[in-house]
């Protein structure tokens, strides 16, 4: 299973940032994709999806301000991240939507990508 994420960087507040995922062709065409962060010290958790029917859903943290697509022909999903916030600062990750489960019911994470807002 490939999830590799990566156009992180170090940006001021009110920038953009667009990130990009290209995953494994046998679990994007089938699965909803997402976008997760882990900021510093806290939980990872789900900020964006953008399902396989082309539906798109938002944390209430990011709405607004953040735009989630995905190129099927690609295998890749890409989050547009504009109006950055100090807030946003974490590490990336890209992932089904629930995350991928594999064997031995661990969930697969790929490498994330660091985002850092400065103020």
């Known amino acids: 299973v490939q999830l590799q994420a990566s156009g992180g960087g170090l940006v001021q507040a009110g920038g953009s940032l667009r990130l990009s995922c290209a995953a494994s062709g046998s679990i994007f065409s089938i699965n909803d994709m997402g976008w997760y962060r882990q900021p510093p010290g806290e939980q990872r958790e789900l900020v964006a999806t953008a399902t396989k029917r082309g539906l798109t859903r938002y944390d209430a943290s990011v709405k607004g301000r953040f735009t989630i697509s995905r190129d099927n022909a690609k295998n890749t999903v890409y989050l547009q991240m504009n109006g950055l916030k100090p807030e946003d600062t974490a590490v990336y990750y890209c992932?089904?939507?629930?995350?991928?489960?594999?064997?031995?019911?661990?969930?697969?994470w790929g490498q994330g990508t660091q985002v850092t807002v400065s103020s």
């Open positions: 992932n089904t939507d629930p995350p991928y489960l594999g064997d031995f019911g661990v969930h697969v």
